[in-house]
């Protein structure tokens, strides 16, 4: 009982660095939840990280720049069916170029490999993204 009141009170502490565990599915709808949940509150719609006079800060707002990405083919984020060419996975993994932004999600723990792994399938199948 007084693990449960603990575990309680550190997570209403700490949630601002708390990651979800649970996975979302390897298809758009479960891409775009993972980034909505994981991503979406510091890069939420309509929102600038950046500052507004740097042009890449309309790019960040997850997980419609993804969408956006793949439904226009622009290969920013996401090259379908290649993991490497896909900055959007060399970020959350870690095995970054050196002129791409830090690892995401910023200052958090990591994705699990779980969510990775969705991640890649999703990537690897063709990166649909319900364009139409
Ligand atoms: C705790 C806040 C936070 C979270 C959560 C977060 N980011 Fe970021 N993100 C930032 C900040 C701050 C920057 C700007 C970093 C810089 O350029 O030094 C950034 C930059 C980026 C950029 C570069 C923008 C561009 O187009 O140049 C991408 C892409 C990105 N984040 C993706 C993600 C993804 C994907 C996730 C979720 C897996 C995520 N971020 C979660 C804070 C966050």
Same mark, same amino acid.
């Given at each position: 009982m007084r693990f449960c009141i603990g575990l309680v009170v550190l997570m209403g502490c700490d949630d601002s660095l708390f990651v979800p565990q649970q996975t979302f599915g390897s298809d758009w709808a479960g891409t775009r939840e993972m980034l909505s949940v994981q991503c979406a509150d510091c890069h939420p719609s309509g929102s600038q990280v950046l500052p507004e006079d740097d042009l890449r800060a309309d790019?960040?707002?997850m997980p419609d720049v993804?969408?956006?990405d793949v439904c226009e083919? /622009? =290969?920013k984020y996401v090259v379908p069916g290649d /993991? =490497?060419?896909s900055q959007l996975w060399r970020i959350v993994t870690?095995?970054?170029r050196e002129s791409d932004p830090p690892?995401?999600?910023s200052g958090r723990s990591k994705l699990t490999d779980a969510q990775v792994a969705d991640l890649e399938e999703w990537i690897l199948s063709g990166a649909d993204a319900d364009c139409d």
């Open positions: 790019r960040v707002s993804v969408h956006t083919d /622009l =290969g /993991l =490497g060419e870690g095995i970054r690892q995401m999600p």
